[in-house]
């Protein structure tokens, strides 16, 4: 088996949950650490072990290309470096595992999937749950109608977010210093695959999304933030289903996630502080169990590995997260965001956590109704923002001011 060497972007961040898998696991894979980058490596809490391998640490892609070539580029790396720095690794002659989101706005989306289709590179996002078992599982047996037609979907994230996680520089940020776009929220990043995984699972093929239509959304600031950081949309897909997120970074309890996908024959469920597994309940009674997403959470990696040896397939690519992200870019063009009043605001002074009270509580209920906290009539809401979204405008449409 040949082995397919690896550089590793980003071991101070997100990156550095694929630096002992790489090491430990990767001969058995196939696949050797050749190079990891990072401008702040110390920050790695692995960067003892990197360096008892033997495994060099550039402070950049462009360092590392000038020494050395790997096969397959791995970046978790900050949402607003994905474009460039994707395509320069595919000019380079690697493949690319690019994590979640796949990019901050629709053009430089079509510039990936350009650069990716011209130069014959393979460009994986890294929305693991479109790599897992239950999921592809889960996929084949909608596409193949064992569950009926889709009637609608729901989902809820509620998980607190204290000071130190928005003071990360990129973090919940609309634009550089440069006035280069992020785009960074609770919906473009944290709770990201909560909303792809509905707009996945509905489409037509493993590799493919569907698209949405018609957005209804509302959007608010707890924290001192220039995004948002609670969020509630609904979603109705270019074949007429609604899907219902709901996420918040500002609250204090912890609930979730969980969603309820029903279907004219089942229901799918998860629950992941119950049994965290996808559990299908049949209107005949049967039950099918599909598994946990959990289950092989470096899948995405050794996939892409096996496709730099053409072997394996794209199960997540660009065209596939774009619907994902022309939600995000959809909401930055049309959606203000309301700011919590000051005086709703609670703050935990040990946890550093600023809150709205209750926040937790309100959104369960929003949840087992399915409806926005407008319809709900809650007392912190603003009415939603509506607006169409069309798929012919693909990649199109730069954000205005």
Same mark, same amino acid.
């Given at each position: $088996? ?8 980003? =071991? ?7 630096? $002992? ?28 072990? =990197?360096?008892?391998a ?56 079509e510039? $990936? ?16 749950w ?18 009926g037609?889709p ?7 509620? !998980? ?9 520089? !990129? ?73 219902l ?8 309890? =912890? ?22 597994r ?6 005949d ?5 599909? +598994? ?9 990696? !050794?996939n ?16 596939t ?42 959104? =369960?209920?929003?949840?087992?109704? +399915? ?8 007392s ?6 509506e607006f169409?979204?069309?798929?012919? $405008? ?8």
């Amino acid at each position: $088996m040949r082995t397919v060497s690896v550089v590793l972007a980003g =071991i101070g961040g997100y990156g550095r949950l694929s630096v $002992m898998p790489l090491l430990q696991d990767g001969p058995a894979h196939g696949a050797k650490l050749v190079a990891c980058v990072d401008p702040f490596p110390e920050k790695c809490q692995f960067i003892h072990e =990197i360096r008892a391998a033997g495994v060099p640490v550039y402070a950049s892609l462009e360092e590392f290309y000038e020494k050395d070539f790997a096969d397959l580029a791995v970046l978790a790396t900050p949402i607003h470096f994905h474009c460039e720095q994707s395509v320069f690794c595919m000019q380079k002659g690697s493949d690319v595992l690019c994590e979640k989101p796949v990019c901050s706005i629709l053009p430089d989306a079509e510039r $990936m999937a350009e650069a990716s289709r011209a130069l014959g590179r393979n460009l994986h996002i890294g929305y693991q749950w479109s790599h897992s078992a239950c999921v592809t599982a889960l996929k084949e047996d909608i596409a193949n109608g064992l569950l009926g037609k889709p009637i609608g979907m729901k989902t809820l994230i509620c !998980w607190p977010r204290n000071k130190a996680y928005f003071a990360r520089g !990129w973090a919940a940020k609309n634009k550089t210093a440069s006035g280069e776009y992020i785009l960074d929220s609770i919906a473009m990043n944290a709770t990201a695959h909560y909303i792809h995984n509905m707009l996945y699972l509905l489409g037509g093929s493993l590799a493919a999304a569907c698209e949405p239509a018609h957005i209804a959304a509302e959007t608010y600031r707890v924290n001192e933030i220039e995004s948002f950081d609670t969020a509630a949309l609904r979603i109705t897909t270019d074949s007429g289903v609604p899907l219902l997120y709901l996420a918040t970074h500002g609250c204090d309890e =912890i609930y979730g996630p969980v969603f309820e996908y029903t279907f004219e024959k089942a229901t799918v469920r998860y629950d992941e502080m119950a049994e965290g597994r996808f559990i299908a309940e049949f209107s005949d009674g049967s039950v099918k169990d599909y +598994g946990s997403p959990a289950d092989g959470p470096l899948a995405k990696l !050794w996939n892409a590995v096996d496709c730099v040896r053409g072997h394996g397939r794209i199960f997540c690519g660009v065209e596939t997260s774009v619907p994902h992200l022309r939600c995000i870019n959809g909401l930055a063009e049309h959606v203000p965001v309301y700011t919590i009043p000051a005086e709703r605001i609670a703050y935990d002074e040990k946890k550093e956590l600023r809150y709205l009270p209750g926040l937790t509580r309100e959104l =369960i209920s929003c949840y087992n109704s +399915g409806r926005m906290p407008s319809e709900a009539g809650l007392s912190f809401a603003c009415p939603a923002t509506e607006f169409d979204i069309s798929a012919g $405008m693909n990649f199109a449409g730069l954000l205005e001011e």
